[in-house]
């Protein structure tokens, strides 16, 4: 089923403060969230986002533009951290046929964080 809306977009910015929390709901602890000072001397230098938080806006963005959507699969990659206090974009495109869409949150710089694809079924209401 087409959306009425075939390309999703929002800006996001994440803080230390929003890793911790969502290491304390997820029970996520890796310190390369988490502790500063343990990330600093790591390859990333900084800490950085679980892949799951980063995918979190992702699902509440479809949330969001698509009221009753659901997701019954999804692959997702995280070819570069996401470091907090970056700015981001979350990225939501139709590819069509079987409702595949392809989802991104892309750096500042163009880098992207996180890249995938989802079948996403979005309820009738929400199609032309």
């Not at 990330?39 to 679980?50: E, I």
């Not at 938080?53 to 963005?61: I, Q």
Request: hydrophobic share 40%; proline share 7%.
């Amino acid at each position: 089923m087409a959306p009425n809306k075939p390309r999703l977009e929002q800006a996001v910015t994440l803080s230390q403060q929003d890793f911790d929390r969502f290491a304390e709901i997820s029970g996520d602890h890796n310190p390369i969230h988490v502790d500063p000072q343990y990330a600093s001397v790591t390859r990333f230098g900084a800490t950085v986002s679980h892949g799951m938080l980063l995918f979190s806006h992702l699902r509440a963005l479809i949330a969001r533009s698509w009221p009753g959507a659901t997701l019954s699969m999804q692959e997702l990659m995280f070819p570069a951290p996401a470091y907090a206090d970056e700015a981001l974009t979350v990225i939501v495109e139709a590819r069509q046929p079987d409702d595949l869409f392809t989802t991104r949150v892309v750096k500042a710089d163009g880098s992207v964080c996180l890249e995938g694809r989802a079948r996403i079924h979005i309820a009738e209401e929400n199609t032309p």
